[in-house]
């Protein structure tokens, strides 16, 4: 079982940045692929960015590649997302997520998800 909170949201004005945190419990966290999310109002939840239970390997989505960074560290059990170059449009409810298998986590297909928490991107 892995349990997982979300902290870092908050307002922020357009090109400003923000890291979010994802603290994890559990003694999988070390085995496991971990991902952020995001799902903005009215419309279906999507893939952020993805990195490999050693950190060693990882995905973006193009709406965010160069600006965000996915990193871990296992000693702590948490997982980051710093975001710089905000905007409006990455304004959304951000989502971190774990499972064994990266490919699973790549395809939002995860055992465990956290509750989220609120970025807004003022212009």
């Known amino acids: 079982q892995v349990q997982l909170v979300e902290s870092g949201g908050g307002l922020v004005q357009a090109g400003g940045s923000l890291r979010l945190s994802c603290a994890a419990s559990?003694?999988?966290?070390?085995?496991?692929?971990m991902g952020w999310f995001r799902q903005a109002p009215g419309k279906e939840r999507e893939f952020v960015a993805v990195i490999s239970w050693s950190g060693g390997s990882g995905d973006y989505a193009d709406s965010v590649k160069g600006r965000f960074t996915i990193s871990r560290d296992n000693a702590m059990n948490t997982v980051y997302l710093q975001m710089n170059s905000l905007k409006p449009a990455d304004t959304a409810v951000y989502y971190c997520a774990a499972d064994f298998r990266l490919p699973r986590v790549r395809a939002g297909e995860c055992d465990y998800w956290g509750q989220g928490t609120q970025v807004t991107v003022s212009s």
């Open positions: 559990g003694r999988t966290f070390g085995t496991s692929a």
